[in-house]
Each structure stands twice: as structure tokens, then as C-alpha cells.
T-cell receptor, first 113, second 118 residues
Framework: AQSVSQHNHHVILSEAASLELGCNYSYGGTVNLFWYVQYPGQHLQLLLKYFSGDPLVKGIKGFEAEFIKSKFSFNLRKPSVQWSDTAEYFCAVNAGNTDKLIFGTGTRLQVFP | GAVVSQHPSRVICKSGTSVKIECRSLDFQATTMFWYRQFPKKSLMLMATSNEGSKATYEQGVEKDKFLINHASLTLSTLTVTSAHPEDSSFYIC??????????????FGPGTRLTVL
């Protein structure tokens, strides 16, 4: 069965620090990859997505993610975080032959001024 | 564009009653919608896939007679929690799908409904 792993459960950073959140998935075929953010009290919003093409994907709010097929990874990065980035981040995958999204367990990011 | 709404945003009900949650795609049509359940500090768990004009497809372990899903139009899916019990208290989130091609789909999420069963 497909699965998605997010190894960082809780990350605490100071403003201006760099961020990298890990995401690994288990599926050998074509995949679509997503990172969603859930700010406190708000609904899930799409940060970025990868369908095909350039494996380095740029999203909103300065986030980017790199798809490394050989490592089954899609790590999220931001060079300099802000207090407003405090939120829960979810990686999600769907295999190319299905509509279902499989979510990782999420990473809680806290950024302190 | 691609806005999904849910109603109500929160509901409190007595044990044994039924609760209906609506999910609407406001500015697009969605053949496929999904219903998720999110536990506190946990990830989203897919409950079922709702297809317009046909029966929903439930994930393993989800009781279809308890969680009734109806997708009567291309912009509306409803989830009815029947004979609710305190263990059904949770955050229910729907999403609606847009397809960009044969294998490229994206889901847009509603704001969620907080259900509390007393």
C-alpha cells in the first residue's frame, strides 16, 4: 500500500532560519506530489505541487520543493522562515492511476521572533 | 477560483441524532469529491470518494451505513453522520477535484466542519 512519511513531527525555528521538511513516499510508479499548509484555525491550502517536468518546484510564500525520484522524496524548503509561517505542513501523494490523496502525518512548525 | 465551502462550520448534537454536512464547489463543477476526517494533531484520513450520480466508494474500516454520502449534483456532496456517538466527534473536511489531464488532478479543500457529539 502507498504510504507517506514525514519524519519531522515538530520543528522549532527562529525567524530567518532556513527550513527543510522531509517527505518520503512509497510507490514505484508515476506520482503527483503536493505540499499543503494549515494555519491555525484555517483550512488546508496548497503550497506547491509537482506533476511532471522540472523537479524543483516553486510555490507560494517563498517555498520550494525538490522531487528526487531515486530517493522517493519531495522535501520542502524555505531559505528564511518568518513568524507567519507557523503552521502545520502536510505532504501528500497520489499515484498516477488514482485520484486518492495519501497524506503524511504532518509537521508542526513553530517560528519564534 | 476553485473555492470549496462547507456548512455548517461547527455543530453540536446529542448522541443518537443525525447530522448532515454539506460540501459545495462554488466556482467549478466537481465530478469527484472526497471526505476526510482529521483527528486532533493527526493527519487527514480519507473516508470516502464521492462520485456524482453514483455510489460513494468507502475506505476500509469506514461504515457506509453510518456515514451516508450523497453527491446529487456537480457542485454538492453531503455527508450524513447517522446515529452519532461521542466517538464520532471530529473535524470533517471535504475536497473537490479538478482534473488537468489524464493523470494530473488536484484537490481543493473546504474549511472543515467541527462535529461535537454530546
Amino acid at each position: 500500500a502507498q504510504s507517506v512519511s514525514q519524519h519531522n513531527h515538530h520543528v522549532i525555528l527562529s525567524e530567518a532560519a532556513s527550513l527543510e521538511l522531509g517527505c518520503n513516499y512509497s510507490y514505484g510508479g508515476t506520482v503527483n506530489l503536493f505540499w499543503y499548509v494549515q494555519y491555525p484555525g484555517q483550512h488546508l491550502q496548497l503550497l506547491l505541487k509537482y506533476f511532471s517536468g522540472d523537479p524543483l518546484v516553486k510555490g507560494i510564500k517563498g517555498f520550494e520543493a525538490e522531487f528526487i525520484k531515486s530517493k522517493f522524496s519531495f522535501n520542502l524548503r524555505k531559505p528564511s522562515v518568518q513568524w507567519s509561517d507557523t503552521a502545520e505542513y502536510f505532504c501528500a501523494v497520489n499515484a498516477g492511476n488514482t485520484d486518492k490523496l495519501i497524506f503524511g502525518t504532518g509537521t508542526r512548525l513553530q517560528v519564534f521572533p | 477560483g476553485a473555492v470549496v465551502s462547507q456548512h455548517p462550520s461547527r455543530v453540536i448534537c446529542k448522541s443518537g441524532t443525525s447530522v448532515k454536512i454539506e460540501c459545495r464547489s462554488l466556482d467549478f463543477q466537481a465530478t469527484t469529491m472526497f471526505w476526510y476526517r482529521q483527528f486532533p494533531k493527526k493527519s487527514l484520513m480519507l473516508m470516502a470518494t464521492s462520485n456524482e450520480g453514483s455510489k460513494a466508494t468507502y475506505e476500509q474500516g469506514v461504515e457506509k451505513d453510518k456515514f451516508l454520502i450523497n453527491h446529487a449534483s456537480l457542485t454538492l456532496s453531503t455527508l450524513t453522520v447517522t446515529s452519532a456517538h461521542p466517538e464520532d466527534s471530529s473535524f470533517y473536511i471535504c475536497s473537490a477535484e479538478i482534473s488537468y489531464g489524464a493523470i494530473s488532478v488536484e484537490q481543493f479543500f473546504g474549511p472543515g466542519t467541527r462535529l461535537t457529539v454530546l
